[in-house]
């Protein structure tokens, strides 16, 4: 390194230190959350959530860490459908920000901040794969871990974009002894995992209609029809989760029920108080 290079960097470095985040007004024109906190890393932050579009404004250019993820997808339709994939989740460390247009997915969309983007969900596919059904293989998820920042510790127990569960499947056979078959839906996935090897391949011939869809993937993704094993089917409820798959029951008239939805993505922006470190 020059001799002159050194000198710059050491006086962008003073130019940083002499910032006072906690005190800059900082602008949105969409919807935010804007607070101080200690994340898993044991530093201070100032973290902006961005739960819908708009123009984030800082009156003097900071140094930020930018995560974020589009919509999961809705689950699929079909009889039975899989689950909807995650949105998928990007990251950008080190980035320098002062005014910057911000676009949050709604589901199934994609979600950018600048030049930084994250598709929404694909079907079955996404930042974690979506739960299979009777005849259907579940959804390849991202391989990538879907809390923000690699954090597992603010972010405790909620891992974003899970995939939604797959549908249940029922079948009637008149004049058989048993005449219900009954098929359950699979478990989305979570974290950026994959559901992609896994379907339902057989049902049980029972004497009542007992078909249960597949429970979304943690953290709120959205659960089959029909009702899952205590849990009633539901549209995925946080950010990037996808919808559970459509479904039916095993009745004589062979009830039918649609998919549910997935949910918007999410943009975090965290700045460190210490813009020197």
Known sequence: MSYWMAVRRRLAAIALAGINVAALAIAYTGNMTDEIVTMGDGNQYRLLTLTSSGTLSIPKEVI?????????????????????????VNSAAGQKIKSVVAVVGAATGASSF?????????????????????YEYGGTGAGVTTYPFGDTTYFNGKPHCAGGGGGGNGEYYEGRSSPYACRDGLAGGSNGESKNTERVTSGSMWSSNNVHGGRGGTYGGGTAYPSALGVVAANASFYGGGGGGAGSDASEDHRTYGATAGYQGVIYVRIPLNQAA
């Open 64 to 88: 930020a860490d930018v995560w974020l993820c589009g919509g999961g997808a809705h689950g699929c339709s079909g009889d039975p459908g899989a689950g909807g994939g995650g949105g998928y």
């Open 114 to 134: 600048g030049d930084l983007a994250a598709n929404g969900g694909n079907g079955k596919n996404g930042g974690s794969g979506g739960g299979g059904a009777y």
